[in-house]
């Protein structure tokens, strides 16, 4: 007690405590003894007053496992004040532990020098306040909780509630539903009646429209035939297919289809059959089929379609089987195409091409033939007017007038013109013939017609008139200086020179013997031209008609003819003609290897043929012209007159040495010489 501020006395201070009505307690620092405690206190604690001077844990053992001693511990040792409010302590009140609320306080007492002299200790009971705080917590909570139910029950409310206008709305429009389902069942009902009535005109209408039908079909110009799916049972047929199958109408009647036609079942059963299997249309085109036909088998053709006739239920109930003989027209177009095919055939080994050119497009159409000879390569389009620009330019005008003027006066035309190929090859003659098409309107649609290249015989007119001109002159000579000599032994005829009279006889022969040659030589042209060369063989020694030969070449002397080779060997030809043969060779050495002064014969066998030429060391021939000699009208020289002859010689011999089916050719060599060959069978 010493301890206490000396300012207070120990008794003032507890008197002060005793009147205070905050329970008050005093703990001394050592052992936590309970210095004082007032009424209060004493009350709190549930105790007496022999609680005093007694250490805390001893005096309140029920402290024991709370926190007030630690507590109360801590403020000794620390010095620091504690305080709570609404603590709860368990106290033991009439030997009951109860528990009880407290705002409380330990605060050290400390003296002069700082020291923690005791603790003071307050307290005060707020179990009623906490309890009634409690409780009116929880009446809050509990109010807080049955206003949230009772807003949710509004919402429950609100929303039954609008449940209950909907259901209301919703009964209303069923309402008028049912009013209108009503008004509909009604007018449902009218047109059920509405309808009643239609099928009955239906029912009617379906009668008569296949009692129509039936007209139709026995009326149609096709023949038409109705059979019965299940058992092929015909079951209507009309006149016209009768006549296709060529039956009488009793032939069909009550009998199933191919009981009445049946040549035609093998082929055209199956058919039939999955027709009706299937449900599909059959149809087929310019089918041939013999047909038993009056009693003979005939070939025909039809176009013809099997179609499927439906109950209700898609089932096939019958096959209509519609039919037109199309035989005349096949046969008539296989006509039309055999005369075609013939024609292009015609065409084709006449070497001639086609064209047709469309006036609205200007495409032209060739054939390839046409294409060939215009040089233009296959695949390139091409038009009249490009064709018309290959034309040569002296040509152009005329062919293009030609075509205009068919085209306005509805009529043909033939035209020869020159044309410059688009290849580049040498220009070309051509003749064309073409004629325009016309619509219905008589507007001009397309020209077509046909050409062909004439370049060749364009030559070979051009050839023929040289000849003309040559033979004329070849003829010319000899005549006038026949002429010649006739006119002087005329002079002469009263008193004739011994000197000069066998010279003009002489040349007056040599005048006729040219002469004669020279017709000779056409008589046998057109003697070949027309086929008439006629062999007459024997058999012969060909060294003897050899040495035989030629007497005017040994008598004139200017040439030695040597014979070489076989001189037994003997053939079977026209010795004659032979002779002709070698005659001209040895003329032509004569006169275009002047100065080869001996000319070789050879003879030998070479394999079954007898072989025979006639070689001079003349002036020989250049290469490219040794495959044109044998050609008609064919001299090397062909502008001069350098060398008489008509360039018929070897030609002539080329045809009388093929007709013996041998062969005829010429080895040369620029100045070494030529010679000339033919072979013969032995
Ligand atoms: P032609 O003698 O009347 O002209 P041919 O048909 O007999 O006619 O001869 C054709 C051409 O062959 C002659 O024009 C000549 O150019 C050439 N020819 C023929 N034989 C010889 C030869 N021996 N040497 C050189 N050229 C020849």
Redesign the pocket.
């Known amino acids: 007690m010493s301890n206490y501020p000396s300012h207070f006395s120990s008794d003032l201070l507890l008197t002060i405590l005793s009147q205070a009505k905050t329970a008050t307690a005093i703990h001394s620092t050592d052992e936590m003894i309970i210095e004082t405690a007032n009424d209060a206190m004493i009350a709190v604690w549930g105790k007496d007053k022999s609680v005093i001077g007694k250490p805390i844990e001893e005096a309140l053992p029920e402290l024991k496992g709370q926190p007030f001693l630690s507590l109360l511990q801590s403020v000794l040792h620390t010095g620091q004040t504690i305080a709570g409010s609404d603590t709860m302590a368990e106290l033991v009140f009439d030997g009951e532990r109860k528990p009880f609320y407290f705002d409380f306080e330990y605060r050290a007492i400390k003296n002069d020098a700082g020291e923690i002299i005791c603790v003071l200790h307050t307290a005060t009971d707020v179990t009623a306040r906490y309890l009634s705080r409690r409780r009116e917590m929880e009446l809050e909570s509990e109010l807080q909780a049955a206003n949230e139910e009772l807003a949710a029950t509004n919402e429950e409310l609100a929303a039954a509630n609008e449940e209950l206008a909907a259901a209301n709305e919703e009964m209303s429009s069923s309402n008028e539903e049912l009013a209108s389902t009503l008004e509909e069942l009604t007018v449902t009902n009218e047109e059920l009646a509405e309808s009643q009535e239609i099928l009955q005109t239906l029912n009617y209408n379906l009668a008569e429209s296949e009692a129509r039908f039936r007209a139709v079909v026995i009326q149609a110009p096709v023949g038409v035939c109705i059979i019965r799916a299940h058992d092929l049972m015909i079951q209507d047929v009309n006149d016209a297919y009768l006549q296709v199958v060529g039956r009488e109408r009793a032939a069909m009647q009550g009998r199933t289809i191919w009981q009445a036609v049946p040549e035609a079942a093998a082929a055209y059963a199956p058919i039939m059959n999955n027709v009706i299997n299937t449900g599909l249309a059959y149809s087929a085109k310019e089918h041939e089929l013999q047909l038993l036909r009056n009693g003979e088998y005939q070939s025909v053709f039809v176009n013809f379609v099997y179609e499927p006739v439906r109950f209700e239920d898609d089932s096939v109930k019958a096959v209509m089987v519609v039919t037109v003989d199309v035989t005349e027209q096949v046969v008539a177009r296989r006509q039309v195409e055999a005369a075609e095919e013939m024609l292009r055939l015609a065409i084709d080994s006449a070497n001639m091409g086609t064209w047709m050119a469309n006036l609205d497009t200007d495409a032209l159409t060739i054939s390839d033939q046409a294409r060939k000879i215009h040089g233009i390569p296959p695949g390139v389009e091409t038009t009249l007017t490009h064709s018309l620009g290959l034309i040569a330019s002296q040509h152009t005008e005329r062919v293009s007038n030609a075509i205009e003027q068919a085209i306005k006066n509805n009529s043909g035309f033939e035209i020869e013109y020159i044309i410059n190929p688009m290849d580049g090859a040498k220009p070309r003659w051509l003749k064309a013939t073409g004629k325009a098409y016309y619509d219905d309107q008589d507007n001009p649609v397309s020209v077509s017609g046909t050409m062909i290249d004439i370049t060749e015989s364009k030559a070979y007119d051009q050839q023929k008139d040289d000849f003309i001109s040559i033979a004329s002159h070849e003829l010319k000579t000899p005549v006038t200086s026949l002429k010649a000599a006739l006119q002087l032994l005329d002079r002469m005829k009263t008193n004739p020179s011994p000197q000069i009279l066998p010279k003009l006889i002489e040349q007056s022969n040599r005048s006729m013997d040219k002469i004669s040659t020279l017709i000779e030589d056409l008589l046998n042209l057109s003697r070949m031209n027309e086929g008439q060369l006629k062999l007459d063989k024997t058999q012969f020694t060909i060294a003897e008609m050899l040495n035989q030969c030629c007497n005017h070449v040994r008598v004139v002397g200017k040439h030695e003819l040597i014979l070489q080779g076989d001189e037994e060997l003997q053939i079977i030809a026209d010795e004659h003609r032979i002779d002709q043969v070698i005659v001209?060779m040895v003329n032509?050495?004569v006169?275009?290897?002047p100065n080869s002064k001996q000319i070789f014969f050879n003879v030998e066998k070479a394999g079954d043929m007898a072989r025979i030429s006639v070689r001079?060391t003349?002036?020989?021939?250049a290469p490219d012209k040794l495959s044109h000699?044998f050609e008609r009208y064919?001299?090397?020289?062909a502008s001069g007159y350098q060398?008489s002859?008509?360039?018929?010689?070897?030609?002539i011999s080329a045809e009388i040495i093929r007709k013996h089916g041998g062969e005829i050719g010429v080895d040369s060599e620029l100045g070494k010489g030529?010679t000339?060959w033919f072979t013969l069978p032995l």
């Open positions: 001209n032509n050495a006169k275009y290897a001079d003349g002036p020989g021939i000699l064919y001299r090397t020289d060398n002859g008509l360039g018929l010689g070897l030609y030529s000339f």
